[in-house]
């Protein structure tokens, strides 16, 4: 099993910027692939961000997420970073890593094995 544990959210104005962290545990099989996902009020949850945590540590991206938000690891800490700047009203939700083997790819889409409880990020 994998255990995953977010934190960082809170509320920030249009245009600042947070760092959310997820902090993995279990079997490094299960996270060989890590992704962040959100989901707003009344819509439907969507990928933002992956990466490979082991070997190249290569990093996957939506669309909605290029050029403002970077996904990163500490792998001494087995924590994974989502850094988000110039952020925007939309980007409100509540965000979620997720954890899977590497056997599907890391971009942040499909199914994902395992899930942390999420942390909310309010921008006004």
């Known amino acids: 099993d994998v255990q995953l544990v977010e934190s960082g959210g809170g509320s920030v104005q249009a245009g600042g910027s947070l760092r959310l962290s997820c902090a993995a545990s279990?079997?490094?099989?299960?996270?060989?692939?890590i992704g962040w996902f959100r989901q707003a009020p009344g819509k439907e949850r969507e990928g933002v961000a992956g990466?490979?945590?082991?070997?190249?540590?290569?990093?996957y991206y939506a669309d909605s997420a290029k050029g403002r938000f970077t996904i990163s690891q500490d792998k001494a800490k087995n924590t994974v970073y989502l850094q988000m700047s110039s952020l925007k009203p939309e980007d409100t939700a509540i965000y979620y890593c997720?954890?899977?083997?590497?056997?599907?790819?890391?971009?942040?889409?499909?199914?994902?094995?395992?899930w942390g409880q999420g942390t909310q990020v309010t921008v006004s």
């Open positions: 997720a954890a899977r083997s590497s056997g599907y790819g890391c971009y942040p889409k499909g199914h994902y094995t395992y």
């Open positions: 279990g079997t490094t099989y299960g996270r060989q692939c």
């Open positions: 990466i490979y945590t082991i070997g190249s540590g290569s990093t």
